[in-house]
């Protein structure tokens, strides 16, 4: 069903995972260019890694 399509389907999940961020529909996140949608989901990849960065030198900074 449509779980398994979402959950296999890489492109798909990005579509969704954009429209829900974004706020926008389905149809909307396809509209835009191929190298605006690679951009946000770049954006998305780099702001996660650099939240998981921070949080991780949080953890280690109140360490005792």
């Known amino acids: 069903g449509s779980w ?8 798909l999940y990005s579509i969704l995972a954009l429209g829900q961020e974004l706020k926008k ?3 909307e996140i396809c509209l835009m260019t ?4 690679y951009y946000w989901i ?4 780099v702001k996660a ?3 998981k960065l921070h949080n991780g ?3 280690t900074k109140y360490k005792t």
């Open 4 to 11: 398994k399509k979402v959950r296999s389907d890489s492109e």
């Open 25 to 27: 529909s389905m149809e």
């Open 34 to 37: 191929q190298d605006e949608f």
């Open 42 to 45: 770049a954006y998305f990849k």
């Open 49 to 51: 890694e650099k939240e």
């Open 57 to 59: 030198r949080s953890a």
